[in-house]
């Protein structure tokens, strides 16, 4: 699980959703905001200092770039981030261990309880 310096799994709540925000799209930090809403369906909201603090962790990990301005974009204060491969193996190894949580969790749950005498 761990790689020279860079804990890979668990990752924070926050992180996750980051990274899978980025998975596929190159987004700014608003937009980052609101497609990790849209993940949670609004039970999730990450602010501003939470998102730009994790997307700073994320970089010094190399698993996002910070691509700057886009010249198709008329707002030159908007930065778009891009997930990077270490990134992608970062989110896919957590995926794997959540998948491992659930799986575990589903079978203690069918797992009947003792009866009290």
Known sequence: ????NDKQTPLSLALFHIL??????????YAIMQDISRQTEGQYA???GTLYDNLQK????RWVA??????DDDDPRRRYYRLTSLGTSALT???SRLENVVRDAKVR???P???RA
């Open 93 to 95: 190894a957590e995926v």
């Open 1 to 4: 699980m761990m790689r020279g």
């Open 58 to 61: 994320a970089m010094r990990r």
């Open 46 to 48: 990450l602010g501003p």
């Open 66 to 71: 910070d691509l700057g301005h886009r010249a």
């Open 20 to 29: 899978m925000a980025l998975a596929g799209h190159d987004l700014h930090g």
């Open 109 to 111: 749950l069918r797992i």
């Open 113 to 115: 309880k003792p009866r």
